[in-house]
């Protein structure tokens, strides 16, 4: 079995304000047949390297290693966007003190960062598109932004002081300089 091929990459963390790295992979039998179209899912990041790196809140739900607090894209197929940048998108809108607009522009360079970047030229532009008209959907409504305020205003942080020192500090010392 072919390994992924993967790419380091920095990412936001859902508070839009710590960053976290982790490498972007994609299936390398579909980057090898150079499908011209791909379903969204060819590519992923893998999320506990956010949890270990950045701040995790009570609002997250976290339980064994899956966020109960999040659907990943709602109402769009996962596919046609990118599972992990949504669900990164659904924790920072229950993040306290971020914007909305915040949000919704780190859902569109996570999906660009985990999958458009990755992929063939044509998929690229395709996916480019798909994540630029997902942000720009999502400025029509507040509805979800307003919904998950109620959550907002009751979450904390869940990860205890020295837990956030250590964090703050291999952020610090193992974040790659590109």
Known sequence: KAEPVCTPKVFTCPDNKQKFTADACCSPLWLSIGAPLGFGNECWVDLDLMVEQCDIFSCYGLVNGTFNSTD????????LLNYEACVIHDLCYVTPGVT??????????????????????FERQLCSIRASLAATALEWTDKYFVAAGIVRDKCQLADSLMTRIWKYSVNRMFRPMF
């Not at 990943?72 to 596919?79: A, F, K, Q, R």
């Not at 780190?106 to 992929?119: E, S």
């Open 100 to 121: 909305k607009a915040e949000c919704d522009t780190v859902m569109k360079d996570n999906i660009n960062k985990i999958y458009c970047d990755n992929v063939n030229v």
């Open 72 to 79: 990943g894209c709602t109402y769009i197929p996962d596919m």
